[in-house]
């Protein structure tokens, strides 16, 4: 596609369910990043994947989340046992091979009730 | 030393002002210093980025000054407009490393 989709734009859930974020970036690009922005808040790295490399997960805050991304291309992130301090808008970014500006997607709100 | 310190927080103008937002790095070997623009309930899109080896950069409106001695960087909006309210986010980056963004500046333009 053009740009970076992400899935479900919107996610109500109970506390204490797990959840799924789904990221399909631009073709072509070898960079996948993570970020949740809270309301008000700035950007708040999660975890980017390179190519074939290990991922960096430094940005994760708890054992709670975790991610993957499936033959270099669509990631999800997963949020586990989820809690009112998850509620956030949980953005998706690519980039041709990291060395030029990313491509956001417009993010999936989540709101843990 | 991976800490991206940006202000103001939030900024209103009169059209035709020109706002400037400020950010401050500590890690010299930053190698990247984009600026990103967020509207309501989209994701933040690439403005205009510098690197350190220019004093200043211009892309239409639009213009970063490099302090590299000072290790600040700002960005200036010349003849804002309406148009340009929206949250603005420095970031600074290491070689193809993640980028880390400041906390961001809520820029209003009054008619």
């Known amino acids: 596609g053009a740009g970076v989709s992400q899935s479900p734009s919107n996610k109500v859930t109970e506390k204490g369910k797990d959840v799924e974020l789904r990221c399909d970036p631009i073709?072509?690009?070898?960079?996948l990043y993570w970020y949740r922005q809270s309301l008000g808040q700035g950007l708040e790295f999660l975890i980017y994947f390179q190519g074939n490399s290990a991922p960096d997960k430094s940005g994760l805050p708890s054992d709670r989340f975790s991610a993957e991304r499936t033959g270099g291309s669509v990631s999800t992130l997963t949020i586990q046992r989820t809690q009112q301090e998850d509620s956030a808008v949980y953005l998706c970014?690519?980039?041709?091979?990291?060395?030029?500006?990313?491509?956001f997607g417009s993010g999936t709100r989540l709101t843990v009730v | 030393q991976q800490q991206v310190k940006q202000s103001p927080q939030s900024l209103i103008v009169q059209k035709g002002g020109i706002p400037i937002i400020n950010c401050a790095y500590e890690?010299?070997?930053?190698?990247?210093f984009p600026w990103y623009q967020q509207f309501p309930g989209k994701g933040p899109a690439l403005l205009i980025a510098i690197r350190p080896d220019v004093s200043e950069k211009k892309e239409g409106r639009f213009t970063i000054s490099f302090n590299k001695s000072a290790k600040q960087f700002s960005l200036h909006i010349m003849d804002s407009q309406p148009g340009d309210s929206a949250t603005y986010f420095c970031?600074?980056?290491?070689?193809?490393?993640?980028?880390?963004f400041g906390t961001g500046t809520r820029l209003q333009v009054f008619p």
């Open positions: 073709s072509g690009h070898t960079a």
């Open positions: 970031a600074a980056r290491l070689n193809t490393d993640k980028l880390i």
């Open positions: 970014a690519s980039s041709y091979d990291g060395s030029y500006g990313y491509t």
């Open positions: 890690n010299t070997a930053f190698d990247y």
